[in-house]
């Protein structure tokens, strides 16, 4: 599916260099393709790169690059980019198990023109909420979670989601601090491509 986007623009905080993963990347703003994304999705751990093996810090990581993966879909021109986009369609077809009737491709390319207007910054990822466990070894699930599934239910807009930044980069709920990205000035966003839109955002 990334390849089919050619490449995801990520901001990585720090270098991360894992054996195991059979992954080196350097920190700053930079394209994944798909083997490399695949690698940092299901990283766990590194010899460098503070990589704590917490689930938590890996859900960070996967909502990231979901996230720079449909803000980069959404980003495309439907226009001028219509073949680009076809491939991601079919490709994230094939990456799932779809009732039959969603899964072809005319349906699906219809519903990505539907979400040509669709504001990206509308775009979040939640978490039910959780707590630690006393020893800090495991998480729990909060009384309010059943809020959480009570309004996935009825489609109606989350309100009970976990209070620990857990999507800040590198964060494993541990601790409060806040990563929020600098918005490029929409005169310069509007001259650079979709990709290079983000990556100006992580150089700020």
């Not at 299901?42 to 996967?62: F, K, Y």
């Not at 980003?75 to 009737?101: C, H, W, Y």
């Not at 494993?172 to 001259?191: C, F, N, Q, R």
Request: net charge negative; with cysteine.
């Amino acid at each position: 599916m990334i390849d089919a986007l050619g490449g995801v623009p990520m901001c990585i905080p720090t270098a991360i260099s894992s054996t195991k993963a059979k992954l080196e990347i350097e920190a700053g703003p930079q394209v994944m393709d798909g083997e490399t994304a695949l690698a940092f999705a299901r990283l766990r751990t590194a010899e460098t790169g503070g990589i704590s093996g917490s689930d938590l810090q890996r859900i960070t990581r996967q909502q990231e690059l979901l996230s720079q993966t449909a803000h980069t879909a959404l980003s495309k021109n439907l226009l001028t980019e219509v073949g680009e986009l076809t491939q991601f369609i079919r490709a994230a077809a094939q990456a799932m198990t779809m009732d039959p009737p969603l899964a072809d491709t005319k349906y699906l390319v219809a519903l990505a023109y539907s979400l040509k207007d669709f504001d990206k910054d509308s775009l979040v990822f939640a978490t039910v909420p959780w707590e630690y466990t006393e020893n800090r070894v495991n998480v729990t699930l909060l009384p309010e979670a059943e809020l959480t599934w009570e309004q996935l239910r009825t489609d109606t807009p989350l309100t009970a989601v976990a209070g620990q930044n857990e999507s800040s980069a590198w964060e494993d709920g541990k601790s409060d601090g806040d990563s929020a990205d600098s918005p490029v000035e929409d005169s310069d966003a509007a001259s650079l491509s979709a990709i290079d839109s983000q990556l100006a955002e992580c150089s700020q």
